[in-house]
């Protein structure tokens, strides 16, 4: 089986075509699909969705995109938050330097809160990071000194440089179907070199449909084509693919309830 890493299930893409989108899923081998929060305000309903379909967890964060829209939230409330079973990590939070939706310094405090959290109650967090590469690893390399906290590099399109730091820090890899497009061959040479227990495959749906499903909205059923890619560039199979990411995405997000058919 596959899972799907990080999507965004709660978005109004979905909502005329969500049985279909679930079931496709499941046709194309997706075992388990972890939909991503992006805003506090809107957790409850990231939540419904994660509630109501056993193949789905949870996260509880901000985007950095609304860092500075959304209510300034400290560690403390997004820990209370994860209490609940079906919220098995932190995020997305990070730092997104080309579209500067938020102002610069609020998008670094909310990443570090949600570092504390995760370091308080060893759950993953999920990092965004665009056009910030040495600033995230500043932050990274710091908060890292105050004690060790799981989590990912989502939808990872930044240079070898940021992918070292991360795995030197113990955070995993996630690559979306930007691994797919034509003009991706530096992150494919990246990918490369990363150690296979150390990735994971995403959608970032309803974005970035991988090939040859680009133009199309994303969903978590072509998380199949990223992950036949990194087969290619790792130089094997499909079959290990599917069950090295898979095993990693569990080990990374303990929290979340494997399927049957691993837990056996």
Do not use: W
């Amino acid at each position: 089986m596959l899972v799907d890493s990080h999507c965004h299930l709660d978005f109004p893409d979905f909502a005329e075509d969500f049985d279909g989108m679930l079931a496709r899923a499941a046709e194309s081998g997706v075992g388990h699909m972890l939909t991503i929060c992006t805003h506090i305000t809107k957790f409850e309903k990231v939540l419904a969705l994660a509630e109501a379909h056993e193949q789905i967890s949870c996260t509880v964060g901000i985007h950095p995109h609304e860092a500075g829209n959304e209510p300034e939230t400290e560690a403390a409330t997004l820990l209370e938050k994860a209490r609940h079973p079906k919220v098995v990590g932190f995020g997305e939070t990070g730092l997104d330097f080309f579209y500067d939706h938020s102002p610069r310094e609020e998008q670094k405090r909310s990443f570090r809160s949600h570092i504390q959290a995760a370091r308080e109650m060893q759950l993953p967090i999920v990092i965004h990071t665009r056009n910030a590469d040495d600033e995230t690893a500043v932050i990274l390399e710091e908060e890292v000194g105050k004690g060790a906290f799981p989590g990912l590099i989502h939808c990872f399109s930044s240079g070898p440089e940021l992918a070292e730091k991360a795995v030197e820090f113990g955070l995993y890899i996630s690559l979306s179907g930007i691994l797919t497009f034509k003009k991706s061959e530096q992150l494919r040479e990246i990918a490369a070199r990363v150690p296979l227990d150390r990735l994971l495959v995403e959608t970032d749906a309803p974005y970035l449909a991988p090939v040859p499903k680009r133009g199309k909205r994303n969903e978590p059923s072509f998380v199949a084509h990223t992950a036949k890619v990194l087969a290619e560039v790792k130089g094997v199979s499909m079959k290990e693919v599917e069950e090295v990411t898979t095993a990693n995405f569990f080990r990374l997000f303990s929290k979340a309830p494997k399927p049957e058919a691993l837990a056996a």
